[in-house]
């Protein structure tokens, strides 16, 4: 927004501006730093911001920052007014309120909780060993009850974003009953099964193993995909009576356990790896590079999980320094210890009708093998994207808050 234009002369005590930054005192005594160009991004005004949907009408690249000025700056005890001027004039109002949900955020990994950065709620993510989870196994919700009752359906939803697992009984026994409860919330994620997969015993040679009657060790569904499905759900149609008892575990806590106590193996699990697979029904490769433990910055130098993808039989061996090779397996197979502990992995007989809820990029699910010349056990499952039931959740919350 370049112009010829003369820029007016500034007609206010601009003290708390220092040539890029103002400096905004709050009616608690506290102040805040803010750049300029932050503050003229971020006008809250219709011309600049959809009041409904809160999409930016002003796109950054359209403003001179290079001479942007605050013509005028007034803190009337609630809002902070700016005059602006880049070549054309601007009017911006920010409620104090509002810009106090930001002190202490900038060059920091929280996000304000102003509804818009964040939920105005966050919902705490709560590790869990056996002893944790097993209230919330004990308590399955209803399948009528989630379909019918906003409330019981919030309160599934908050225990799947706090414990990444929520167990729902009472379901038909009928294909794609599944397919109600996604749609319930929201939409199923359609992968390279469909919109649903069976896991049933399949006889074909080309079949994946987990089409089988064999157990199935603990791991994270579809490593291989360009993004990993958030949601699972399994519905058991019919339950095996001997065997085939499904097991969790919370990659949350078994990963923190070995931050806390192995943390030179947690730091070499952070470095990608390839994920691949040769779907033989449909002739076609996938393949995607994860770190095994998926991190981002935290606060104060903190290191934060954000996902876990355990999934040994479609991770190749690293392709590592040959000095990192046995770190790399060593932590691996410490990794996998953790999920193998009896007082960290819940195991639970499904029941018909049963229907099991969990976070894909942190719970890990796995089954004991059963006879499948004796038993027929048929599961039927889905998946979702994660942010389907935040967005919802959040929905429900602020609605019955």
């Known amino acids: 927004?370049?112009?010829?234009?003369?820029?007016?002369?500034?007609?206010?005590?601009?003290?708390?501006?220092?040539?890029?930054?103002?400096?905004?005192?709050?009616p608690d005594g506290s102040s805040e730093r803010f750049h300029v160009a932050w503050l003229r991004d971020s006008c809250q005004c219709e011309q600049c911001i959809s009041p409904l949907t809160k999409d930016k009408k002003l796109n950054p690249a359209d403003i001179d920052f290079k001479n942007l000025k605050p013509l005028k700056i007034v803190n009337n005890g609630s809002e902070l007014l700016i005059d602006w001027y880049d070549g054309s004039p601007h009017h911006s109002c920010y409620k104090l309120s509002w810009l106090m949900l930001f002190k202490g955020k900038f060059g920091e990994s929280s996000e304000p909780q102003d509804g818009v950065y964040a939920p105005k709620e966050i919902v705490g993510e709560f590790p869990w060993n056996v002893s944790i989870i097993n209230p919330i196994y004990d308590h399955h919700y209803s399948f009528e009850s989630i379909m019918t009752d906003d409330s019981t359906l919030e309160s599934l939803l908050k225990d799947i974003l706090s414990y990444g697992i929520a167990f729902v009984s009472g379901a038909p026994t009928e294909k794609e009953t599944v397919l109600s409860i996604a749609r319930r919330i929201a939409y199923e994620r359609i992968s390279g099964y469909g919109s649903t997969f069976d896991v049933v015993v399949n006889p074909s040679p080309d079949a994946h193993f987990s089409y089988s009657s064999n157990p199935l060790e603990l791991h994270t569904d579809l490593c291989y995909r360009e993004r990993v499905p958030g949601i699972q759900m399994l519905h058991c149609i019919k339950a095996a009576v001997n065997g085939g008892d499904s097991y969790f575990a919370d990659g949350l806590y078994c990963c923190q356990q070995l931050q806390k106590?192995?943390?030179?193996?947690?730091?070499?699990?952070?470095?990608?790896?390839?994920?691949?697979?040769?779907?033989?029904?449909?002739?076609?490769?996938?393949?995607?590079?994860?770190?095994?433990?998926?991190?981002?910055?935290?606060?104060?130098?903190?290191?934060?999980?954000?996902?876990?993808?355990?999934?040994?039989?479609?991770?190749?061996?690293?392709?590592?320094?040959?000095?990192?090779?046995?770190?790399?397996?060593?932590?691996?197979?410490?990794?996998?210890s953790y999920t193998r502990c009896t007082s960290n992995r819940l195991s639970c007989k499904l029941k018909d009708g049963d229907v099991v809820i969990f976070n894909n990029r942190r719970v890990f699910h796995g089954r004991e093998g059963y006879d499948s010349l004796k038993e027929k056990r048929f599961l039927q499952g889905c998946y979702m994207d994660l942010d389907e039931i935040q967005g919802l959740y959040e929905k429900l919350s602020t609605k019955s808050g």
Not at 1 to 26: A, H, Q, R, W
Not at 307 to 322: D, G, I, K, Q, T
Request: proline content about 8%.
């Open 261 to 336: 106590f192995q943390p030179e193996m947690f730091e070499i699990l952070t470095k990608p790896v390839m994920f691949s697979f040769f779907d033989s029904q449909r002739g076609i490769w996938f393949r995607q590079k994860w770190p095994v433990i998926v991190t981002e910055p935290g606060d104060q130098n903190s290191v934060i999980i954000k996902e876990v993808n355990l999934s040994y039989f479609s991770m190749r061996a690293p392709l590592l320094p040959h000095d990192q090779m046995e770190s790399f397996f060593t932590a691996f197979k410490q990794l996998f």
């Open 1 to 26: 927004m370049e112009s010829s234009e003369p820029t007016p002369e500034l007609t206010s005590d601009l003290s708390n501006y220092d040539g890029s930054v103002i400096k905004v005192d709050f």
